[in-house]
């Protein structure tokens, strides 16, 4: 699980966030670990995430436009520790 303050690190390489928006960065970010921790079963992500499509809506554009790349990128130059 990414902590708050792990979170708050990498919040830099986050894009802003517009409208209603259900579920925030800092929990979306610990749904998709979650998911990698389960090999990409997204139908098993527990409800308290949000609606697995959602999820995975997101995480698909997310990875269109890089963020996870971004993200990754932002950890090794300013050295964090790892997320998992």
Do not use: C
Request: no cysteine.
């Amino acid at each position: 699980k990414l902590t708050q303050e792990q979170s708050d690190k990498i919040a830099p390489t986050f894009p802003a966030q517009y409208g209603n928006v259900a579920v925030d960065h800092y929990a979306f970010l610990n749904a998709v670990l979650r998911v990698m921790e389960n090999r990409y079963k997204w139908r098993v992500l527990p409800e308290h995430f949000d609606e697995w499509s959602t999820i995975y809506k997101r995480f698909r554009r997310r990875s269109e436009a890089e963020f996870l790349k971004r993200t990754l990128e932002h950890i090794q130059r300013n050295s964090l520790p790892r997320l998992m």
